[in-house]
């Protein structure tokens, strides 16, 4: 006869088997699981290992292309570019804080052409007119009675690229009969050509003594040296300049407009609406021009395309800047420079392009020019 002892006894050797084997099972399972995560961890850890070898050895070789680069980009100008610009004035016009490297290279390059550097026209941190003073110093400077910082920064564009236009225009010509020069723009007071000198005339800060069949031209418009003078431009002349310095050669002057600036500003936004306010002057030779650009968007690497049109991207999506003038992106290669001289070259036809990397470069270099 069964009894409720047998019973109890027997329920219990079942919870106790069910609790054993849930034991044993799960700790069967633990370990399965634990092994195969550790199995896919050292796959990713063996993953990681080999993309680290990978990234080291790309980063090896960019740093090798990188030397090779500049290393191209010394020697370039010097035995291929030779001649290309001989004599011909080119003035530069760039943002503070562009870096002194960049000048450096876009210079050499340019006097190892044979270009006759008129220097740089920096233009300062002042044009972000974020202060009474220096929209009232603009504002007085400009004879303007407004206050709207867009308005002043605009008109200043308007007057300096009126000045860029003049002098872009061609050299005097050379009488047949006499071999004089026609008479192109005579300073205000300064006498007319041919009239014999009577005292010294003074022209902005160079003094000099007209000769009879002279032809005096500013080598410091009075709008440009007030700009100096109320530190919205600093003149810097060209490197191992003796003469007296010109912040505006007379006549066929070309221009290159440099800005590589990570936040922008005053100055680059002054810079883009003097190269609008020069296109809508008409077909004259200038170049703007940017290297490579590092910006910080935080932990998301940037698009190379928007380092190399921080400055040149909305000139190359205007309606008139991108038809009027030429456009460069990648100033800090060897194929930079090149393309550099060669457009700076082709400026004289005039031939418009834009070249280098970036959306809207059209092609790397210059190609040949037909002749004009």
Known sequence: MINLRYHIVSITAVFLALGIGLTLGSTFLDRVTVDTLKAQLDDVQAQVDLTNEENATLGHEVDELSTRDDALAEVLPERLLDGRLDGVPVLAIATRGTPAASMEQAFGALDAAGADLAGTWWLTDRWELDDEEEIDDLRELLDLATGDVERLRRNGAIRVAELIGDASGPAPEQSEESGAE?????????????????????????????E??????????????????????????????????????????????ISELAKGGGAEDFATALVDEVAAEGPVPVLAAQGRVELDDGDEPTPEEAERSTFIGPIREGELTSERVSTLDSLDTASGIVALVLAVEDLATPTIGHYGVAPGASRLLPGPVAEP
């Open 212 to 257: 009879a069949g002279d032809v005096l031209q500013p080598s410091e418009p009075e709008l440009v040296a007030d700009l100096v003078e109320a530190g919205f431009l600093e003149y810097e002349a060209r490197p191992g300049a003796e003469e007296p310095r010109v912040l505006l050669p007379p006549f066929a002057v070309r221009y290159v407009v």
């Open 182 to 210: 026609t008479p192109v723009t005579v300073p205000e007071g300064a006498p007319e050509a041919g009239t014999p000198p009577t005292s010294p005339t003074t022209i902005a800060s160079v003094t000099t003594v007209p």
